[in-house]
């Protein structure tokens, strides 16, 4: 399947320009691999999305909605739509802000925070099993490569 972001009658690319054959093996790579994630199986009934916004709570404390989304990447109607399953099914909590009483604050449920260390660690074994086709030099290889473009300032 060729899921090219360039596309070729648009932009023609010529089949030596290396930087841009990275640019569209990156993109497809991102993008499969995204889908990838989702389709893991959940654990215990928890998607990856909800999985997520769980562990951004347990990373970063109680969060108002907008933070939420804006950390996730998903639309205010999405984020609503996380939290009150997430509400429904006890492992978040509607509280409000201590000094704006415009704002409420979603937070974890003592319930939520004993399992989603484990939660989190579970998802992480099954989504890191990609990784073991590639020798561990290759692992390492890619890691490395990886460190490297993290760190370019291209990207700060």
């Known amino acids: ?12 690319a010529p089949s030596n320009d290396l930087p841009l054959q990275l640019v569209e093996t990156t993109w497809e790579f991102a993008q499969t691999f995204d889908r990838w994630l989702q389709r893991c ?3 215990e009934g928890i998607s990856w ?23 996730l990447g ?3 109607r999405n984020i609503t739509t996380l939290v009150d399953a ?14 704006d009483r415009r704002v409420t604050l979603i937070e974890l449920t003592p319930r939520a925070a004993t399992c989603t ?10 989504a890191s099993a990609l990784f073991t086709s590639l020798s561990e ?20």
């Open 117 to 126: 260390a484990a939660l989190w660690s579970e998802r992480l074994a099954a």
């Open 86 to 99: 997430l509400e429904q099914d006890g492992l978040v909590a509607r509280r409000p802000h201590p000094t």
């Open 49 to 71: 999305s909800r999985l997520r916004l769980l562990g951004f709570l347990s990373c970063h404390g109680p969060q108002k909605m907008s933070d939420l989304g804006d950390e």
């Open 137 to 156: 030099a290759d692992q390492r290889e890619l890691l490395r490569l990886l460190g490297l473009l993290l760190a370019s300032p291209a990207l700060a």
């Open 41 to 43: 199986q959940p654990v």
């Open 1 to 12: 399947m060729n899921t090219r972001y360039i596309d070729p009658e648009v932009s023609p």
């Open 74 to 76: 998903v639309t205010p």
